[in-house]
């Protein structure tokens, strides 16, 4: 079993900042954020690779960026210039050798004025 904790979400106004963290109970070869609003399906937001390998959302490209330390076992979502269309449930997601996927619990993300 893989626990994860999420945390840094809330309430912030357009063209704010948010981080998100998210600490797994064991290492992680991919780790990642996913978000979802109501009545959509759950969508990529970017990953990160054990190599520091990442990929993003065309919706948040220079906007977000996603890190990681290994140490901590740790990833982080670092939102800038946040838009009222970023408003959803942010999940992080993290794959495990031979153990396999594990999703957070969810924390919400709302852009608002």
């Known amino acids: 079993q893989v626990q994860l904790v999420e945390s840094g979400g809330g309430l912030v106004q357009p063209g704010g900042s948010l981080r998100l963290s998210c600490a797994a109970s064991?290492?992680?070869?991919?780790m990642g954020w996913y978000r979802q609003v109501p009545g959509k399906q759950r969508e990529l937001v970017a990953t990160?690779?054990?190599?520091?390998?990442?990929a993003y959302a065309d919706s948040v490209k220079g906007r977000f960026t996603i890190s990681r330390d290994n140490a901590k076992n740790t990833v982080y979502l670092q939102m800038n210039s946040l838009k009222p269309e970023d408003t959803a449930v942010y999940y992080c997601?993290?794959?495990?050798?031979?153990?396999?996927?594990?999703w957070g619990q969810g924390t919400q993300v709302t852009v608002s004025s």
């Open positions: 990160i690779t054990s190599t520091d390998s990442t």
């Open positions: 064991r290492s992680s070869f991919s």
């Open positions: 997601r993290v794959v495990v050798a031979i153990l396999g996927t594990y």
